[in-house]
């Protein structure tokens, strides 16, 4: 499958689009217009949308600026600020046209501004512009940094988000850990289920990570083959231990048959688990380093554990 075909499969796909604003007159008058082309959701409020954006997850946010206790900026800066959200588009829609805020508005990170009372065909397009772009966005994003096979981060996102973490960590002096992980004996896996079936386990394994590491701010991502890798930023090292236990406990429950370990009879990870208070000047590859020496610890030691 090449991108066009990508594109033109997701464009069958309904985007959603949730629309914010404290007059549900105003939330009544575009869902009525995108309805159709549309899978819509509501919020009357700045905290209901950030709630809804984290789990509805829409691709575009039709946003309100004036609005009671959290206005349509906060929420804009909110939403930008958290990687699980930051890709999520933003168009303002306002009821007064002022230089200054727009110009402010877009440094926050909006894709475009809406004006009130509304056009509905310039609007409609506007939101059918926007879209496309996020959606061509998001398949380029998609292919730069995410895995193939698994859907998690791949190296290249870890190596971004883990100076990124670092930098924010130095500054506030706070500790930043890493969990190192690999699949014991992964390669009799291979040799006896084969290497389709060896695909559905990284698979399976990904997500019991994934499903483990879900505070908004740390990340799992596929660092090798079999190898994976945890960032968790302002997490200290007992902190970063009890995940990597509960990332064990996990994988051992998710009951994958590996009657060819001699680990156990199904299959198992070992983690090496490595915590700093960094340094803006300090590598922070001597970090990767260190988990994984843990985590060489931790297959030496018999597998199926975590080393720190
Ligand atoms: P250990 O417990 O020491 O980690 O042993 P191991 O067998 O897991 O380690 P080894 O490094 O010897 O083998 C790793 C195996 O992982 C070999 C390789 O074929 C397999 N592998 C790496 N990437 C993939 C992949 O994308 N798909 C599949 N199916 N297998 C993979
Ligand atoms: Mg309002
Ligand atoms: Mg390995
Ligand atoms: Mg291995
Ligand atoms: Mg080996």
Redesign the pocket.
């Known amino acids: 499958m090449d991108i066009s075909d990508l594109l033109i499969s997701q464009r069958e796909v309904k985007g959603k689009i949730l629309i914010v604003d404290d007059q549900i007159i105003n939330i009544k008058i575009l869902r009525q217009l995108l309805h159709d082309d549309y899978d819509i959701h509501m919020a009357k409020d700045g905290h209901q949308a950030l709630e809804m954006c984290s789990s509805v997850k829409p691709d575009l946010v039709l946003l309100d600026i004036e609005m009671p206790t959290l206005n349509g900026f906060e929420v804009c800066r909110e939403l930008k600020n958290n990687p699980k959200t930051t890709d999520i588009a933003v168009i303002f829609i306002t009821g007064h046209f002022d230089e200054e805020k727009e110009v402010q508005g877009f440094q926050l990170g909006a894709v475009d501004f809406i004006h009130k009372p509304i056009n509905p065909i310039i609007t409609k397009a506007r939101v059918k512009n926007q879209f496309m772009l996020k959606r061509q966005n998001d398949l380029l994003l998609k292919f730069a940094l995410y895995d193939g096979?698994t859907g998690i981060a791949n190296r290249r996102h870890f190596e971004q988000r883990f100076s990124e973490n670092w930098r924010l960590c130095a500054r506030e002096q706070k500790p930043i850990s890493l969990i190192m992980l690999?699949?014991?004996?992964?390669?009799?896996?291979?040799d006896h289920y084969g290497?389709?079936?060896?695909?559905d386990?990284?698979l399976k394994v990904a997500k019991a990570l994934s499903d483990t590491v879900n505070r908004p701010f740390d990340l799992v991502a596929r660092y090798?083959?079999?190898e994976f890798i945890c960032i968790l930023p302002n997490t200290t090292f007992i902190g970063a231990q009890h995940i990597a236990q509960k990332i064990i406990a996990n994988v051992q429950a998710i009951n994958i048959q590996h009657e060819y370990s001699n680990?156990a009879k199904h299959v198992t990870i070992?983690a090496g688990v490595a915590t700093t208070i960094p340094e803006q000047e300090h590598l922070h590859d001597l970090l990767i380093e260190l988990a994984d020496k843990q985590l060489y610890i931790a297959?030496k030691q018999g597998?199926n554990q975590v080393a720190a």
Do not use: W
């Open positions: 096979l690999d699949i014991d004996q992964f390669k009799q896996y291979n290497h389709q079936q060896g695909d386990c990284l090798g083959g079999e680990v070992s297959k597998r």
